[in-house]
């Protein structure tokens, strides 16, 4: 088997082939950092998160770049309305995000470029459109796409070409494809962009990028001419990734995305989750009430990420329930695992036997998995897998090394989709250090790391910073320093392990202490 994606440009379920395996470029559409990101944002985050997962679990190495829009109609309008400059406004809500992310256990991407922060690159890009006569400065002193120089355009939304109004212009970074215009690539500075620090120069004039804009330069930047992949919530099909299509093919001449993948809406109540309709759920409610992140990703996960999902307070029950559920046979098969290699009896695992019942769940996990992330499916594996198991254990007769083999099995697939409560669940951390330039989080020094989490702190975020102060510290050959970060871990009940891919994995021992 081989994985197989739904296409939105073809709408086709097709093969997954990546220009380069085992090399995959993956670019998601990031957070607007004008306030906290809701659920509903969440949802498709954690679909790209299983998606980047998977394709690491069958052996690719995946690069993810996900941007961070600190400049845009939204952010500029709520930093004006706070009276702050744009930085000092989103500099919270990027905290938060990650924060949110770390919660949510959301892989870190490989790059978090920030907008602001790439300007030269978008302004490079606006040149060599206007080099290729595609853009045009308008009247109002903004630059704007002609899209009837651009002849495919709308073929991923699939717009009616006679409803394209080629030659009238929006200017606005949000609008419905009844106004499907010659959009803007920059906007001329007004005093409310100058106000809030949200202006730059440029040949073309002083001015600011336009959002859809923003992605095209970044992904460019860092992932090359054509991705393998690109995803998104299905509402950024029109116009903002009809839009990049445009901007950027028409600038290589090369195809831009392979394959784009968009997850649907998540509804609140059966509403659209939307501050307008008041139904707003930020992932920090969750937190603040003290759920564990496992059910609300079982949540997701239970419904396939191209069918709409309705969240209500009862599913995160039910959700909750099942996450329990995992959590108990973990405990009960890791309580007599031996290590790898340990015990006398072989592991083999006759027919029937906890052995054959593993492969059978590594067999149907992928398999569900290849047709197009059936989630859903492989979440139905992991509860059958638990069910025959326990049936298993219940027979007795089976040694550590076989019970060891079924671990690793059920740690490996539920790992993907990360739904084991968290005194159950391995944390993989891939040191910042060892990434590429360009990371956005700044480095903490290791000293200020080395001591046991605080009270009421996040135990899971605290791991991961730990580990990251281990890997700085091994880094620099300071061996007295990461061996006190892995005797802290080991007290809050970690293991510490070292892959070969240079990640690090923790791993829960024992029962670990309530946080305070
Ligand atoms: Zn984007």
Redesign the pocket.
């Known amino acids: 088997m081989t994985l197989r994606l739904f296409n939105t440009l073809t709408r086709q379920v097709e093969a997954f082939t990546p220009l380069a395996p085992p090399k995959v470029t993956l670019y998601t559409?990031g957070p607007t950092v004008w306030n906290y990101a809701h659920i509903g944002n969440f949802r498709t985050f954690v679909f790209e998160d299983v998606l980047r997962r998977y394709l690491e679990y069958s052996g690719y190495q995946v690069t993810h770049v996900m941007?961070l829009t600190d400049v845009d109609d939204r952010t500029i309008a709520a930093a004006n309305k706070a009276g702050l400059t744009l930085a000092a406004h989103t500099a919270p809500y990027v905290e938060a995000f990650f924060a949110d992310r770390d919660y949510l256990r959301l892989e870190p991407a490989t790059h978090y470029p920030r907008a602001t922060g790439e300007i030269p690159q978008m302004v490079a890009l606006i040149e060599r459109l206007l080099q290729r006569r595609i853009a045009y400065k308008g009247d109002d002193g903004s630059v704007y796409f002609a899209i009837d120089k651009f002849p495919t355009y709308g073929r991923l939304s699939r717009v009616e070409r006679r409803d394209l109004k080629a030659g009238a212009r929006v200017s606005s970074d949000e609008y419905a494809k009844e106004d499907a215009r010659d959009f803007v690539l920059w906007k001329a500075a007004r005093p409310e962009d100058e106000q809030a620090g949200a202006a730059w120069d440029a040949p073309f004039g002083r001015g600011r990028p336009g959002w859809?804009l923003?992605?095209s330069a970044m992904s460019q930047h860092y992932l090359g001419d054509t991705l393998d992949l690109h995803a998104?919530g299905v509402d950024?099909i029109f116009p903002?990734?009809e839009d990049?299509i445009a901007q950027s093919e028409a600038a290589t001449g090369k195809p831009f995305v392979r394959c784009w993948l968009h997850g649907e809406f998540l509804l609140v109540d059966d509403t659209k989750m939307s501050k307008r309709y008041g139904n707003f759920v930020t992932v920090r409610d969750l937190r603040d009430d003290g759920r564990d992140p496992s059910a609300l990703r079982l949540l997701l996960c239970s419904t396939h990420y191209r069918k709409q999902l309705n969240f209500t307070r009862d599913a995160l029950e039910a959700a909750a329930a099942g996450t329990q559920r995992l959590g108990e046979f973990r405990q009960r098969l890791a309580a007599g695992a031996g290590g790898a290699g340990a015990g006398a009896d072989g592991g083999k695992g006759g027919e029937g036997g906890l052995g054959a019942l593993a492969d059978g769940l590594a067999r149907e996990f992928a398999a569900a998995m290849d047709d197009d992330l059936d989630a859903p499916r492989a979440v139905a594996a992991l509860m059958n897998f638990v069910r025959d198991a326990n049936r298993a254990l219940d027979g007795g007769g089976i040694g550590p090394s076989e019970r060891a083999r079924a671990l690793e099995t059920f740690d490996r697939t539920a790992g993907v989709l990360q739904v084991l409560p968290a005194a159950e669940s391995a944390i993989t951390v891939k040191p910042v250090y060892a990434r590429a330039a360009g990371h956005a989080e700044a480095p903490v020094t290791a000293e200020t790391l080395l001591a046991p989490p605080q009270p009421g702190e996040d135990l899971d975020a605290w791991a991961r910073r730990l580990a990251e102060a281990r890997a700085r510290a091994r880094g620099r050959r300071d061996w007295q320093a990461a061996d006190e970060a892995r005797r802290l871990l080991a007290e809050q009940g970690f293991e510490v392990r070292d892959t070969r891919e240079g990640a690090v994995e923790l791993r829960p021992v024992g029962a670990r202490p309530k946080p305070a």
Request: glycine residues 10%; charged residues 20%; proline residues 0%.
């Open positions: 559409c941007n859809h923003e992605c998104g950024l903002h990734h990049e």
